[in-house]
């Protein structure tokens, strides 16, 4: 199952690389991850997606807990959380896809942040299911290149009620 | 307020730690250390001459002592050369802090001259580690260092200290407190739950006590043979555990796991309650993980919440110090007096039971006319004072002193358990002699791993430190050899340690004494004589070079499934 566990660390050099090397030196996969300063700026916050049975979960917050530079680690999964991420999708747009890619972009509501005679560029932030579901649909026109910045959460204000 | 050096600073700051040895080895980046250690007499430095040998010299200290263990060395080389000393106590949760020396802030990154990023190199061995970029902060980063290396779980904490910072003014002031808002050990187990897994302890009635190194560094010998003897409860221990429950008591069943013994096993697979204390579940005591403790509910006390539940699925987990936690058990045990004497009658025929398997498979190896190597550690163990400090290499020669040394107390048997590091013994002992200058110091070491920090017998003539090295000579390396006979058809690739050098030649020409015995009937004789030798000695012990170490349990399979004799 996939997990979106938010770690709030000390914003200090070398602690991202205890971080990202807890989970290559221990064998846990990093799906993606997402690092900036927060509110607070002598922390930061990483996120990270990951997926693996409970036992492995465990195991990854508890050795996330560890580490000395780690002051809090939040499993979003077990509460009611939003996320986004963003994607930028560079699409061929010639003459015949030119108008189809637009509508796309409009049934989404993505941006279009670039334009070329032969492509669009089209930003767009969602959940992970929405921007997955817009990379598909592009690319039977045609995806140059996408980028993503990796998932960020935060904790819903108020926990348990019906989501927005 | 009148500036002073970094260096001196870091000095000062040693002092304020209570510092009072130290191991090492200087080099260009750590110049003005040494410098200013030359005028501080209170601090005993130990020159190795190897940093694999200061760390592990430090480590020994350590564990001998229950004090945190000290270094410095040069920066590039010598930072590398402490890696596998830094790995080896990460392993098995030494408290060590190693100071390393890096070149100028202005030149990392650069590819300097003796550059290393050591801080990188050490993070997934050490439990923390810093470099110091301002020396403003060198005094608080001290500070935390020696806390996080010895508080919750130890470990070594490696401070990288540049040479610009090391010569830099400071107004110095050593903070009284460390606050660090991410790093909180428990030590205190949950009250609840403490009479919860009491609860299920008391209606066992195939109760073991597994007993590990977290026993040692809590300092709860006491409290956890209390708490056996009030229960009737059968204690095993792990390699790391050796001493923490006295061999000699009924109770007792020696060590467990891969070359454990069988009443040790047998009890483990049979029992219906498994009490893991500080312990961690290593492969190399469960063997393979669905088989071990199958009938038996875990309860499992570790001050390290990611051991629990890692290898072993556990029932009962509780965090926290073990001292605290047998002291919370044993303070939840008065009064419960009908409960307490029921189990101690209800355990009777379990107890019966481990007797007889005791009986059935004890320890043993045949006498021939070699001198075998468990002959020499029984006599070791026969001679030697009783507050005599063992360490060992790795290999056979550790087995077979885990299994025939019978240990009484904890921090009487240092050996590299976690990481498996030959070269550890001898600078260990080294250190515990520093420690401990009036006692007997023995390294019960192996051919092969005696020669990877042989080195250090220049450290003991130095210094004066009388430690014994035994070396118990079967020219092989020869745990290896006995996985080659056992699973590789008898191919013996490369585990010949034929030639090696003259150890009694080599003991002379470092200014120490050699001895070389070939006979059983010389073993007793050598080993009174290295006793009474003021000096370092080795002794050569010419051993059967086919024995092997068994009870085994081959890799992966159930403990219970175990080749004996
Ligand atoms: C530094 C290091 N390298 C390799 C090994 C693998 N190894 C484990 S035991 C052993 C043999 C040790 O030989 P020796 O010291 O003669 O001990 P014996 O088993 O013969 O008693 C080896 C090579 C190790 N544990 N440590
Ligand atoms: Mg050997």
Redesign the pocket.
Known sequence: MRHAISVLVDNEAGVLSRVVGLFSGRGFNIESLSVAPTMDPTKSKIVITTTGNDAVLEQIKKQLNKLINVIKVVDCTDKDYVEREMVIVKVRAEAETRAEVLRIADIFRAKVIDVSPASYTLSLTGDVRKLEGFIEILSPVGILDFIRTGTVVMEREMQGRRKL | MKKITGAQAFIESLRQEGVKDVFGYPGGAVLDIFDALMDASDIHFVLTRHEQGAVHAADGYARATGRTGVCIVTSGPGATNTVTGVATACMDSIPLVVFTGQVSTHLIGNDAFQEADIVGITRPCTKHNYLVKDVADLPRVIKEAFYIARTGRPGPVLVDIPKNVQQALIAFRYPDQVRLESYNPTYRGHAGQIRRVLGVILKSRRPVIYAGGGIVLSNSSPELTEFARKLNIPVTTTLMGMGVFPSGDPLAMGMLGMHGTYAANLAVTNADCLIALGARFDDRVTGKVDEFAPRAKIVHIDIDPTSISKNVRVDLPIVGDCRMVLQGMLAELEGKGDEVSEMQAGVAPWLAQIDSWKLEQPLRYCQGELIKPQHVVEMVDELAPDDTIITT?????QMWTAQFYRFREPRHFLTSGGL????YGFPAAIGAQVAFPDRTVIDIA????IQ?NIQEIATAVQYKLPVKVFI?N?T?????RQWQSLFYRKRYSHTS?ATSPDFVKLAEAYGAHGIRVDRPDQVKGAILEALAIKGPVFVDFVVDPEEDVYPMVPAGTAICNMLLV
């Open positions: 290499e790795v290999g056979q020669n498996g590091t030959m070269g192996g051919d092969g791993s990877m118990l079967n092989y390396l020869g745990m290896v340690m």
